[in-house]
């Protein structure tokens, strides 16, 4: 059972939730990054040998520089297609969406049909929980505008959101979707906020919001590769069900300074890894047992901590 926000901040401890079942792509591209992730996350990891850990992490990784020769170039020339007919007048009007639009408001982007086994991929493991879930939704004979909106969703429902004040500046906002967030702070005026209750006449508000992304099926191209930057679940759930492409929001980068703005931290510290490598790991790796582990891990949120400092000086005009 949840506790409410209201519960929290009196100060009782949420309840501890069951874990769930991952699926964790071995082999690539760190040792160190799995023996700390079964450790830390997975029910009894602590417990483990982390010689049976490396033995098992290192027959992926020989796996790996196998298909380097079998499979060389397998990530290049992934299809990014033109959307069928029946999905053209949804791009149009996602284009118009106010979210879209403040997401990929700086690179060239198109919406495309991705081959998605061919999906180049960074993110190391994903919740077979929560892909079950979105498997519910799909059926045979999808509709492409189902599939669209599956991919590319403009109103979906969100996770719960547990607020705490923690001290008297501090407070702490807490939600099991890893899509939670820190907006952009604003600057309001007092009339644009109802109910505002204050001690005296008010010039200005700044406000500090939590949220949470647009969260649309998202890759990067560079050059003959395509690379999965959001929506893991879905791509992988989709690709598990047999279908081979999906819409998919399409930013273009042509150098490292654009990287920077379209991917995450781990593609940008090593992107010759994804996108020069001969064989790097794939969306459809996921899917093969030699390299997709099954853990039972303690279930993750996603935390964000805001404390307000202020300094107030007052001095003579020089």
Not at 145 to 171: I, K, M
Not at 281 to 288: A, I, K, M, W, Y
């Amino acid at each position: 059972m949840k506790r409410s926000a209201s519960q929290l901040a009196a100060g009782e401890t949420p309840p501890v939730a069951a874990p769930e079942e991952l699926v964790y792509l071995l082999g690539q591209p760190h040792l160190s990054d799995y023996l700390d992730f079964v450790r830390d996350k997975a029910v009894g990891g602590a417990e483990l040998s982390q010689r049976a850990l490396a033995d098992e992490w290192r027959k992926a990784n020989d796996l790996y520089y196998a298909l380097e020769q079998a499979e060389a170039g397998a990530a290049d020339g992934a299809q990014c297609l033109p959307l069928p007919a029946a999905m053209r007048p949804l791009a149009r009007r996602l284009a118009r969406d106010r979210y879209f639009r403040d997401t990929y408001d700086t690179l060239p982007t198109q919406i495309r049909m991705v081959e998605l086994g061919r999906l180049v991929v960074s993110q190391s493991s994903v919740s077979a929980e929560f892909s079950a879930e979105l498997r519910r939704r799909l059926h045979p004979g999808m509709p492409e505008e189902e599939l669209f909106r599956f991919c590319l969703p403009t109103d979906r429902p969100h996770p719960a959101v547990r607020a705490r004040r923690v001290s008297s500046e501090r407070w702490l906002f807490t939600c099991d979707s890893t899509d939670f967030r820190l907006h952009r702070a604003q600057l309001l005026k007092p009339a644009r906020v109802k109910d505002l209750r204050t001690f005296g006449p008010v010039s200005d508000i700044l406000a500090l919001m939590v949220g949470f992304g647009s969260n649309f099926m998202s890759v990067v191209r560079s050059e003959e590769r395509l690379l999965l930057q959001n929506g893991y679940h879905r791509a992988y759930t989709l690709l598990a069900a047999g279908v081979t492409h999906a819409p998919a929001v399409v930013q273009t980068v042509t150098r490292k300074d654009e990287l920077k703005i379209a991917a995450n931290e781990d593609v940008c510290e090593d992107p010759a890894f994804y996108f020069r490598a001969a064989r790097p790991p794939l969306l459809r790796d996921f899917l093969d047992p030699r390299f997709g582990k099954r853990l039972l891990v303690q279930r993750m949120q996603t935390s964000i901590e805001i404390e307000i400092k202020t300094r107030t000086s007052t001095g003579y005009l020089v």
